[in-house]
């Protein structure tokens, strides 16, 4: 996934639920190239949520 900010992008976590939004599994992204993060994960969730964090704290979040 990409997550980029105006200041640096410290952090981002994924989480994958099942259809009753369930935490089928949570953990921290890996920083690839630039603005690209990694996430590998077999649980086959219909959710996944996706958080970064800049340096002053602030997050933003996407569901898909």
Known sequence: ??????VLVTKVQVTVLD????????????RSEGDWWEFASNARGTMIIAEAWDV?????????
Do not use: F
């Not at 996934?1 to 105006?6: I, L, N, P, V, W």
């Not at 009753?20 to 890996?30: C, F, M, T």
């Not at 002053?56 to 898909?64: S, T, Y």
């Open 1 to 6: 996934m990409e997550a980029r900010d105006d």
């Open 19 to 30: 259809e009753g939004g369930q935490v089928l599994e949570k953990g921290e992204a890996i």
């Open 56 to 64: 002053p704290g602030h997050v933003g979040r996407l569901v898909a």
